[in-house]
């Protein structure tokens, strides 16, 4: 069993607490408009050109080549830092990978995932058992306009929402920040209310960029242009949610 990576990344910072290493795998269950990754949603490996040369996405890593990947930084993790499995869409290879998820855990490795929750229950009990961070986006929540634009179903995204805090895992949630899609007068409300039960360890508001342009070129894909959200915008949401008690911060790249 091989899972399929696009990239590995280490000494981030911005991807849970401390040092980290980014693993991000290929396969989205989703097909946001916004994605900035588009690389990563397709499930299988892709050959593309640019210009004359080949770019591929995706490589087969079995468990044991992962493993001496993930760990090659260890020494720099410290006591906060450690690993992140993102994506696309990292719980969806968690079945696949679990051999390796168990010997991190054992290790006293700390794990984290950057999920969406558009998943199978299966893949998010395989994630309970050795996640000790959950990063969860907050997107579309009106049922009709996650399905029509995300092809998401919200009530799967609920139940796994339910289920994580009802196993009482520490999470971060994090919103990006899509002028017309995610920042909509309805979509804050119901973001709003959603806060006011689930209350997270942190809420993050990722600001939408356009920085993947190139990467959808390449991919033969249609490339949706974000709106620019000005500071004031962001700052006015982001005092709203400060005003149900959750620590909020704004990032951008």
């Not at 050109?49 to 930084?73: A, N």
């Not at 720099?76 to 051999?99: D, N």
């Not at 998401?152 to 805090?165: A, L, R, S």
Request: charged share 30%; proline share 4%; hydrophobic share 35%.
């Amino acid at each position: 069993m091989k899972s399929l990576v696009t990239n590995i990344q280490p000494f981030c910072v911005h991807d849970g607490p401390g040092i980290r290493t980014t693993v991000f795998l290929k396969g989205c269950s989703l097909h946001c408009p916004w994605c900035s990754n588009p690389e990563n949603i397709l499930p299988q490996q892709q050959r593309c050109r640019k210009g004359k040369r080949e770019i591929i996405y995706g490589k087969y890593m079995s468990i044991e080549e992962l493993e001496t990947e993930v760990e090659r930084d260890q020494a720099f993790f410290g006591r906060l830092g450690g690993i992140t499995w993102s994506g696309g869409e990292p719980l969806m290879q968690f079945p696949v990978l679990e051999p390796l998820l168990k010997k991190l855990k054992l290790q006293g490795i700390h794990q984290t995932a950057e999920t969406a929750l558009f998943v199978e229950r299966g893949q998010v009990e395989t994630a309970l058992k050795y996640l000790d961070l959950f990063i969860v986006d907050i997107k579309i929540l009106d049922k009709d306009k996650c399905r029509k634009i995300l092809g998401g179903n919200i009530h799967v995204y609920m139940d796994n929402v339910k289920e994580i805090f009802k196993r009482k895992k520490r999470v971060v949630f994090r919103i990006p920040m899509i002028k017309g899609y995610t920042v909509t007068e309805e979509n804050i409300n119901l973001i709003t209310d959603f806060l006011a039960e689930y209350r997270p360890q942190k809420l993050e508001l990722i600001k939408g960029h356009n920085l993947s342009e190139e990467k959808y070129k390449v991919l033969e894909r249609p490339f949706m242009s974000v709106q620019d959200i000005s500071d004031a915008q962001l700052e006015k949401v982001s005092s709203r949610f400060r005003s149900l008690g959750i620590r909020t911060e704004i990032c951008k790249l």
